[in-house]
């Protein structure tokens, strides 16, 4: 049995707006679904004392038909548009910077992972 294939990721959304609650869109209309969102407690990424947050980002191929199930998820805090600012950041419309820890693509899923810092 084949292992699932790693590939080199496309290029990072230069922008990303929301179209509803834990959804994105990028300037290539291609959707962004809100796959998971840690806190300090909960993240391998985040290694200080104040409050960090991560969130994981999933590239669709297309909108879900289908109502989600209940999600206990809080998308309040997230900013309606992400922008690009650097190689490995992105900067919300509230101001804030949210650092890329991961942009990768295994098999047809592609990931990107913030961290807001």
């Excluded at 809100?34 to 391998?44: F, I, W």
Aim: net charge neutral.
């Amino acid at each position: 049995m084949a292992a699932a294939g790693f590939y080199p990721p496309r290029l990072l959304p230069q922008v990303l707006i929301s179209t509803g609650p834990g959804f994105y869109e990028d300037e290539h209309h291609r959707l962004w679904m809100v796959a998971k969102l840690e806190t300090c407690s909960h993240s391998p990424y985040c290694n200080k004392i104040e409050t960090c947050v991560t969130v994981h980002l999933w590239q669709m191929t297309r909108y879900p038909q289908e109502p989600a199930p209940y999600n206990p998820m809080n998308y309040n805090f997230l900013p309606m548009t992400w922008r690009l600012a650097s190689m490995n950041t992105y900067r919300g419309t509230d101001a804030m910077h949210w650092r890329l820890l991961n942009h990768s693509q295994v098999g047809d899923t592609v990931q990107l992972i913030l961290m807001l810092e």
